[in-house]
């Protein structure tokens, strides 16, 4: 399976190089294609072409700052955290092929209305997605 993914963080030093290798690596191991796009105070590394996203099962947003979903909105799309992706890049890589399968909606076509859409962009600005939280988490590991 073919993978994008983009990692970014503020100062774009270390957890998003950690995410982005630890998504790599990941990827290699289940015996996927993945192309990972570093983002940072620096600007981006690695970035990924129009190209690389159309050609792309699926795509992974692991980000603590505002990624831009727009270039993803042909390929079915997991959104998380940076430490999401240093924690547990094996369960984003998971959701992301369960998404390329049809088995789970893409993160972004979740909303039915403009309403709900602007709010949950903002909870995800501020990093007050519920779903991303310790305990949702810890849920998600017990069930």
Known sequence: MKLVAVTSCPTGIAHSQMAAENLEQTA???????????KGAMGAENELSDADIEAADAAIIASDTSVSQDRFSNVPLIDGTVKDAVNDAEGMISDAIAAADGDTPATDTDADSS????????????????????????KRLFS
Do not use: Y
């Open 28 to 38: 290699e191991q289940q015996g996927h294609d993945i192309k990972v796009e570093v």
């Open 115 to 138: 309403e709900t859409t602007a709010g949950t962009d903002q909870q995800r600005r501020r990093g007050g997605d519920r779903s991303k939280s310790l305990v949702a988490r810890l």
